[in-house]
T-cell receptor, first 115, second 112 residues
């Protein structure tokens, strides 16, 4: 079982560069999320999607974009990278609805450094 | 704005000690509270709590929710070095989009 797969695991970017963090899940989950985690700050929601073709902003969307063309994939794009985007990024997914579907399944994270 | 506050932010104990981690919240339309354990990589799910006063238990870990006082505790008895991790509390404040608001986490270090 692959679960939630994120690539790359590590990346160093120069200021102003752009890149895409890939996320794929094979559990047929409707809901997918992107979080960033800064030291001592917990997880902050960047964007989320409740299904293919539907995306919405979270708490900290500035400087990022997402798309959801398929159920499986939810890439996160960074345009014009800035040092403030240095962070660990987690993709997560869950089933829609039902009392026992509260659990978020996380990918292993992508550590991004912007210099 | 939804708020989740965890305390303490860090804690150092010796193997065999019992620890209690706290999570308080202020959210609109509470649905559930979740606890996660994060070691080096991704958070892993521990418990989901929806009802007050019902303890959830898994081995040496247990958790309970108080919806009147708006808090939850996570207890770990007979701690082991493998319990060293960041423990995250998150609250689902409802709606069809299921957004979790996370606390900053408690960094637990268990020394041998």
């Amino acid at each position: 079982n692959a679960g939630v797969t994120q690539t790359p695991k590590f990346r160093i970017l120069k200021i102003g560069q752009s890149m895409t963090l890939q996320c794929a899940q094979d559990m047929n989950h409707n809901y997918m999320y992107w979080y960033r985690q800064d030291p001592g700050m917990g997880l902050k929601l960047i964007y989320y999607s409740v299904g293919a073709g539907i995306t919405d902003k979270g708490e900290v969307p500035n400087g990022y974009n997402v798309s959801r063309s398929t159920t499986e994939d939810f890439p996160l794009r960074l345009e014009l990278a800035a040092p403030s985007q240095t962070s660990v990024y987690f993709c997560a997914s869950r089933l829609a609805g039902g009392p026992n579907t509260g659990e978020l399944f996380f990918g292993e994270g992508s550590r991004l450094t912007v210099l | 704005e939804d708020k989740v506050v965890q305390s303490p932010l860090s804690l150092v104990v010796h193997e065999g000690d019992t620890v209690t981690l706290n999570c308080s919240y202020e959210v609109t339309n509470f649905r559930s509270l979740l606890w996660y354990k994060q070691e080096k990589k991704a958070p892993t799910f521990l418990f989901m709590l929806t009802s007050s006063g019902i303890e959830k238990k898994s081995g040496r870990l247990s958790s309970i929710l108080d919806k009147k006082e708006l808090f939850s505790i996570l207890n770990i008895t007979a701690t082991q070095t493998g319990d060293s991790a960041i423990y995250l509390c998150a609250v689902n404040s409802g709606g069809s989009n299921y957004k979790l608001t996370f606390g900053k986490g408690t960094l637990l270090t268990v020394n041998p």
